[in-house]
């Protein structure tokens, strides 16, 4: 079983583009239950599904305000976020 401080938040990309974030202890093995179908509904039948992001962060209760604070900014906002992580791990700066 997964410690409380194992938490990372994800991004994935459908194939039409749209985002979807959320956290788990495990990003691969819930990668591909989101692939074989089994994961969140509003994934199913968007596939193929690309990781675009994935940052661990720590404890759950910490996971999960990260998650609802990304999952509050628009589209182009939340796009915005990722080009910034992106150019960040690109450029290795850390980021709070």
Not at 21 to 28: A, E, K, P, R
Not at 61 to 69: H, P, Y
């Amino acid at each position: 079983m997964a410690g409380e401080a194992d938490w990372s938040l994800y991004v994935l990309e459908t194939a039409a583009g749209a985002l979807y974030t959320g956290i788990t202890t495990d990003v691969s093995r819930r990668l591909a239950q989101h692939r074989a179908g089994r994961g969140a509904k509003a994934l199913r039948g968007k596939g193929p599904l690309r990781l675009v992001y994935q940052e661990r962060v720590g404890e759950h209760g910490e996971a999960l305000r990260r998650e609802a604070a990304l999952k509050r900014l628009s589209a182009v906002a939340k796009r915005r976020w990722l080009t910034e992580r992106q150019r960040d791990r690109d450029t290795g700066d850390t980021f709070p």
